[in-house]
């Protein structure tokens, strides 16, 4: 590769030594142009965990559950049709999966602020993208191309000395089931047989950490933002091997020297290449640990579900959240100039949990989204305080449902767990923390009794966050 991770970015931005541990906009000043250029702005995703954590709640900013993976809903009567106003925007989770999205916004009138489709599914293709980390000077694992026809043995293709390896399909879907560890040859062959007439990248497994950095690419520079543990295939989530389980943030103390700089420099890099190509908003770049360096992995180019925890590490930091980044990023010329700032050894480090079906089962009930409190193994709520997850006791945790009542498959997602605190060790794969395994245990025996403890009143409550977000505590799919 043809660069240092710790060296300063070619484009003259900020190297390591001055970017502070959190980079952004001031909040104040983000926020007064945002209320300066907009009149509304629409979050669409199944569950408003993202503009829930966008605190304090803005007046112009509400949720609608538009996902990609479920019907759109019909639109009320009184519905705003026609020319999208220019103060009128739209923000989407995940705008490349299903015309959904595009399809809301042109039948109510709002402006998607969405990256340009060509240049995402270059960076979300999980072969494609090894084009972008080498014009981005970062390294990944060493890995290979078996091609969709005329393929040798598998034993062409495994080197010797790779004491194990990954194989991804170039479409590894949004909860990682297109990604498999293994361990032989023989192995290899039998994942090639039922992955026949597309390619597949074969990887060296590295054995280290994961960590998932998110960033924004604006029109004139890549703003790197907080750094997070990524939670990857834990069994007492029942997740599959390559499943996203969640994430948890980090500081640069939590790390082994030089990781957490390491991780924002390839941050900034793959920004800086992704901008040159078009793209403009939010991203994830995902990296593991290898002897000492870090690997990059994947790009996830859109919105990911640790945003939710990203916002409220930029809010203590006095910086205009991530969402707002992205709005601003189409909506200007350039980005004001950016704000470095230092993390506080001890501000809390949010972390999520995605809980998925140990087995194909049905579920009769979800509890309601909201804010609950564990006591001994029983958990209560939700509570009438605020949805926001800045705001959370210890012993609290925010919930959102994703599976709908009904028959559920092994390893499909059921909820959202949300933290004040860390729920695992810094650690490849790590064991859950005693507490974290019992709110899972809680919400598990809630779906199986049908949300028991909670009348039909409290079931039929609203979120309590913003009084413009609407809930749809029964209709979420995807995590990452």
């Not at 519905?79 to 103060?87: A, D, L, N």
């Not at 999980?126 to 040798?152: D, H, M, Q, W, Y």
């Not at 192995?187 to 390619?199: F, K, T, Y």
Request: with cysteine; charged share 25%; proline share 11%.
């Amino acid at each position: 590769m043809r660069h240092g991770l710790n060296a300063r970015a070619d484009d003259g931005g900020p190297g390591d030594e001055d970017a502070g541990d959190i980079e952004g906009i001031d909040a104040d000043t983000g926020r007064r142009l945002l209320h300066d250029l907009l009149d509304e702005v629409v979050w669409l995703d199944h569950c408003p965990f993202v503009s829930a954590s966008f605190g304090p709640a803005p007046a112009w900013l509400r949720h609608e559950p538009v996902s990609a993976l479920r019907p759109l809903p019909a639109p009320p009567p009184a519905s705003r049709r026609g020319t999208p106003g220019r103060r009128r925007v739209c923000v989407s989770f995940a705008p490349e999966h299903g015309p959904n999205a595009r399809t809301w916004a042109r039948t109510h009138g709002y402006r998607l602020l969405a990256p340009d489709a060509g240049v995402t599914a270059w960076a979300a293709d999980k072969i494609s993208v090894l084009e972008l980390f080498e014009e981005a000077g970062v390294a990944i694992p060493p890995c290979v191309i078996v091609p969709a026809t005329g393929r040798a043995p598998a034993q062409a293709y495994w080197r010797a000395d790779w004491p194990g390896a990954v194989a991804q399909r170039r479409e590894n879907n949004l909860i990682g089931r297109g990604t498999v560890p293994l361990a032989s040859p023989a192995e290899l062959g039998r994942r090639l047989a039922d992955w026949p007439d597309e390619p597949v990248r074969l990887s060296r497994r590295a054995p280290g950490i994961s960590l998932t950095v998110t960033a924004c690419a604006g029109p004139d520079r890549t703003v790197v933002s907080a750094v997070s543990h990524q939670l990857v295939g834990l069994p007492e989530l029942a997740a599959s091997w390559g499943t996203h389980c969640g994430n948890q943030l980090v500081h640069p103390c939590d790390l082994p020297d030089g990781l957490y700089g390491q991780a924002r420099e390839a941050a900034r890099r793959v920004g800086e290449v992704l901008r040159g190509r078009g793209f403009l908003g939010v991203f994830g770049l995902d990296l593991v640990e290898d002897d000492g360096r870090l690997l990059a992995v994947e790009v996830n180019p859109r919105f990911q579900t640790v945003v939710s925890l990203v916002q409220t590490a930029e809010r203590a930091a006095g910086l205009l959240p991530t969402l707002g980044l992205h709005i601003l990023s189409f909506l200007l010329p350039a980005l004001p100039p950016p704000v470095a700032r230092k993390l506080p050894p001890g501000e809390p480090r949010p972390s999520q949990l995605v809980v998925h079906a140990a087995g194909d089962t049905t579920v009769h009930g979800l509890a309601p989204a909201g804010r609950y409190r564990l006591a001994g193994r029983a958990v209560t709520g939700p509570l009438t305080a605020p949805t926001d997850l800045a705001e959370l006791r210890d012993d609290e945790a925010l919930y959102w449902a994703v599976a709908r009542p009904g028959p559920v498959t092994a390893g499909q997602e059921l909820a959202l767990l949300q933290f004040r605190h860390p729920v695992g060790p810094l650690e490849p794969r790590p064991r859950l923390h005693p507490e974290a395994r019992k709110w899972i245990d809680a919400f598990h025996e809630r779906s199986r009794s049908g949300g028991a403890g909670e009348g039909e009143e409290a079931r039929r409550r609203p979120c309590s966050g913003s009084p413009r977000t609407r809930c749809a505590p029964r209709g979420c799919t995807r995590s990452t």
